[in-house]
């Protein structure tokens, strides 16, 4: 059974352990004071002085999403919510832009990792964690259809998520439009690809990580410039993404090391 990413938790976490900030004051507080804030989960009811905490959201561009008053009350275990919650982000998103940047001062090819709607937190974190330590340059996520970089992510990156910047999107095809006009290659990953040790990925490379469900979008796949597999040897025809993105990004690590 699939968990729901927005209320996912450990028994012992508080919502404040969570990184939620819950009520209308506190809310509008931390937005007036800039605080990073990932998420903000609404009662479309709710009036007052909701209506303030929407419009300070939508100048900061920070996604809205509407909320039931049961879904609220499950997310901060009771407390009073007044119909708003903001979600804290554990780091500041970087544009795509900013990661070619990145790599651009290093010297070194563009290695990036793009999640097509990553939905879970854990698999977000663990893919950022071995972004990491397979030193890619960064992780671009979409802003909608995705988790994000809240508390659960960061405790599973292993702290990963304050080193490797994140890009969040609108839009990733057009995202993929621009990182090829930039001279990265697009691989995919899916079952329909060739053997992943059999493609050339020595150069500026951004892996495309579908979801946890169905993969890549229709129009994510047909933007790639080509498609890597996992040869399956057993019954299982599907690995977690999380450890699929290891393989793929150490395979990189592998072919960068072997033509320096």
Not at 15 to 25: A, H, Q, S, T
Not at 123 to 135: C, M, S, V
Not at 215 to 236: N, Q
Not at 244 to 250: K, L, S, T, V
Request: charged share 25%; aromatic share 4%.
């Amino acid at each position: 059974m699939k968990r729901n990413n927005d209320t996912e938790r450990s028994p012992r976490e508080t919502p404040e352990e969570r990184g939620l900030i819950v009520g209308r004051n506190p809310v509008i507080e931390a937005l007036k004071a800039d605080k990073l804030i990932d998420l903000i989960f609404v009662n479309p009811e709710a009036e007052g002085s909701v209506k303030l905490i929407l419009k300070l959201a939508r100048d900061r561009n920070i996604p809205i999403k509407q909320v039931s008053e049961q879904k609220l009350s499950s997310m901060c275990d009771g407390m009073s919510h007044q119909g708003v919650i903001a979600m804290g982000a554990c780091a500041e998103y970087k544009t795509p832009e900013e990661l070619l940047e990145i790599a651009r001062q290093k010297g070194e090819d563009p290695f990036l990792i793009i999640c097509d709607e990553i939905e879970d937190p854990h698999n977000l974190g663990a893919i950022i964690r071995t972004a990491e330590t397979a030193g890619a340059h960064g992780v671009i996520i979409p802003k909608r259809r995705s988790a994000s970089l809240n508390q659960t992510v960061f405790k599973t990156s292993a702290g990963a998520a304050s080193w490797l910047p994140v890009a969040r999107v609108a839009n990733i095809a057009q995202t993929i439009d621009m990182l090829k006009k930039n001279g990265v290659w697009i691989y995919g990953t899916d079952g329909s690809g060739t053997e992943y040790t059999k493609e050339r990925l020595d150069g500026a490379i951004a892996l495309v990580i579908g979801s946890e469900g169905y993969g890549m979008s229709r129009l994510t796949k047909e933007k790639c410039d080509g498609l890597l597999s996992l040869p399956m040897k057993g019954k299982i025809t599907s690995l977690n993404a999380s450890v699929a993105a290891g393989i793929f990004m150490y395979e990189v690590v592998r072919q960068r090391a072997l033509n320096k």
